[in-house]
């Protein structure tokens, strides 16, 4: 499927112009976000997200748009676990609250621009390599058994070289000032803290998008089909973080979705040359999957089941899988 230019060029201005009604509009004056605002936004970008395949069947047909929302729904599902590693990360650097939705839109756009690069050289590996379809669809397999049987132990931004690089490399300064990357100390430029926080949200992101880009690329090969579900699930990721951060111990059936995704991917990829289903198949399991994960979750973790899980000594905590 050949996309103009033209039509790359009216996305990348799309995004951009939501991004920065998104920087504008939520938690504008670096004000904290309140609940009742995430879950308005949130609502907004999911409504935006969806309503893109409304623009995609009358110009590409029902098959891409169809391919689109199930790309679509991938990506969001994998980037809810992500709200758990940005909580994470504003934990690790102390980043003040008022200051969380800049550094996440900041971020998410920052990881925007590299999972570009990612889905060009994936897109172009497989064009060029046939088996490396096979090669994706046992990554995914593999991932999700292991994300099934084993709980993560955990991101530590303390190990991260990039970070340690940064802070041998630029100096920083002490603490925040305000909303500023870079502020001039006895004559040069420094690092502030913020913007060593932005650059570990985006290399987080990138990271944890190693099982996510291959799964998207198991429900279409069109590389615009595959950048504008990624984009417009990370559009409202800073949104739902604020929705989500304070309540993340309530989805433990999250990453045994995840897994399931993931491996439902994964064996649709192997089985590429044999079994061609239907758009609408691996679009309608995806989102029973998510749908079942965060219903059984919600319903474990209500106050009274939550108060036997606790006294049967299990364990509420979804940690975080490969996202």
Known sequence: MSIPLWAWAALVAAIGAMAALDLVAVGRGGRTVGLREAAVWSVIWVAVGLGFALVLWPWLGADAAGEYLSGY??????????????ALLFGYFAVPRALQGRAL????????????????????????????VYAFGAFLVLTGLNLARHRSSGLHPEESRLLRLVRRVVPTSEGYEGTRLLVRRGGRWVATPLLVALLAIATADVVFAVDSIPAIFAVTRVAFLVFAANAFALLGMRALYFLLADAMSRFVHLQAGLAAILVLVGVKMLL?????PPTWIPLLAIAAILAVAIFTSLRATRPGARAQLSGGGRSTS?????C
Do not use: K, P, Q, Y
């Open 318 to 322: 979804t940690g975080h899988g490969a």
């Open 73 to 86: 729904l991938v990506e969001r599902s994998l980037s809810i676990d992500n709200v758990f590693v940005f």
């Open 272 to 276: 590429a040359d044999v079994w061609h």
């Open 105 to 132: 839109l900041w971020g998410i756009l920052m990881a925007l621009v590299l999972r570009a690069g990612v889905i060009a050289g994936g897109a172009a590996l497989l064009d060029t390599l046939t088996f490396a």
